[in-house]
């Protein structure tokens, strides 16, 4: 089969220092230290191989990620800049939908002929975090798309256990519609998790800041607006961006480069500050001490975007305004992906204006290319087409 397949050189940073893990797995805990000179092309794969337990989705429709960004674009000295977690040469792409099209002997929940979005976040199940619930975190950790083959190719095997029915979403939106919009699970559980379960949510009527518009960032604003947020403020440099964030429920969109972020926000909230501020920019060392100016009494900062930097903050600001800072990551357990499936069937979560371009697979890295603009919404790739 065809997949958009990444390789890189194994080529550590001179004052990284490679763990024995690292070394006996071939992956790079910190790939922005690790993969040099990032190739990537739509090329001939093998197979997938469907295991007992595995279903085989053609694959319908699959997002570009910041991620993905992240594994084109490289820093002055060759290196991808996405900081996690990686494993090379790999097929690209992880938020997805499927249709089922062959199920091994062991699956009992899932028929050629169903609909999936899926799980990017391949916990194991057994280690001390995924048995005290916190999947996002397994020391087993596989990722489709980062360590193991994604969906940026015709066909992916995965086990039956990481798949979820989108059947309300197409019954709402119709199926051509319906995969595109069902793609969009993942990312937006990822915010969902970042605000609802590790930021503890908000009441109605909270006033909350979104740094970032990306697509994290818009599925955080459509959220917030479907939880009755009672003030919805975001910040992004992109106009077009800018645009898709009022079509989802901001109340206000300012580019942080023209306005004082904790200014305005002070402003907007009469001088009480906001209760939560998403940061989904990527750029902490720029965003959290703005955040940090406009925290509310009982305030909270909750970061969804990726950056290896460290961030200066004044911690007896924390302390006086009864204050919270919560790092987030991965969209795995806690009902996150059924519930974010059952506000888009039932119509109160619609994040489908955000979807701006479209490609078919053998276009994959002019995909990429385009998004590393950073003026779209969420780019999808059609395998099918």
């Keep these: 089969m065809k997949g958009l397949v990444l390789d890189a050189k194994w080529d550590p940073r001179p004052d990284y220092k490679v763990s024995e893990w690292e070394k006996e797995t071939g992956k790079a805990i910190s790939g922005s230290n690790v993969w040099r000179y990032p190739k990537l092309e739509v090329r001939d794969w093998s197979d997938p191989q469907v295991g007992p337990h595995d279903v085989l989705l053609e694959v319908q429709a699959c997002g570009v990620c910041g991620s993905d960004m992240h594994f084109y674009e490289t820093d002055e000295d060759g290196y991808i800049l996405y900081p996690g977690l990686t494993r090379f040469p790999t097929i690209l792409g992880h938020e997805f939908s499927g249709k089922v099209v062959e199920v091994g002997p062991e699956v009992t929940t899932l028929k050629p ?225 059924p519930n974010v499936i059952r506000m888009v069937a039932s119509g109160r979560l619609d994040l489908s204006p955000i979807i701006t371009a479209r490609y078919n697979l053998a276009e994959t890295v002019d995909a990429i290319a385009k998004a590393t603009e950073r003026r779209d919404g969420k780019i999808m790739v059609r395998p099918q087409w």
Excluded at 195 to 215: A, D, L, M, Y
Excluded at 236 to 250: D, F, N, T
Excluded at 252 to 258: G, L, S, T
Excluded at 313 to 330: D, H, I, N, Y
Aim: glycine share 12%; charged share 20%; net charge negative.
């Design 113 to 337: 002929g169903d609909y999936v979005t899926v799980e990017e976040m391949i916990w194991c199940g057994r280690c001390t975090p995924c048995r005290n619930g916190y999947p996002n975190h397994c020391e087993n950790l596989e990722e489709i798309g980062f360590t193991i083959p994604g969906a940026f190719a015709q066909y992916i095997a995965v086990d039956e256990k990481f798949c979820w029915k989108v059947d309300g979403i197409l019954e709402r939106f119709g199926e051509k519609k319906g995969v595109e919009i069902a793609a969009l699970t993942e990312p937006t559980s990822v915010s969902y998790n970042a605000i609802f379960e590790r930021g503890g949510g908000i009441r109605p009527g909270h006033f909350v800041s979104v740094f970032g518009t990306g697509p994290i960032g818009l599925a955080a604003v459509g959220l917030l607006e479907a939880a009755g947020a009672g003030l919805i403020v975001a910040f992004e440099v992109s106009p077009e961006r800018r645009e898709l964030a009022k079509l989802v429920g901001a109340d206000y969109v300012f580019d942080p480069r023209e306005v004082s972020p904790h200014e305005t926000l002070m402003e907007l909230s009469k001088g009480e500050g906001f209760n939560m501020h998403v940061e989904a920019a990527g750029v902490p060392h720029l965003t959290v001490p703005e955040m940090e100016k406009a925290l509310a009494i009982n305030g909270k900062i909750v970061q969804i975007g990726r950056a290896a930097k460290r961030v200066p903050m004044f911690l007896e600001v924390l302390q006086v305004r009864r204050s919270q800072v919560f790092g987030a990551q991965g969209h795995s357990g806690h009902e996150t992906f």
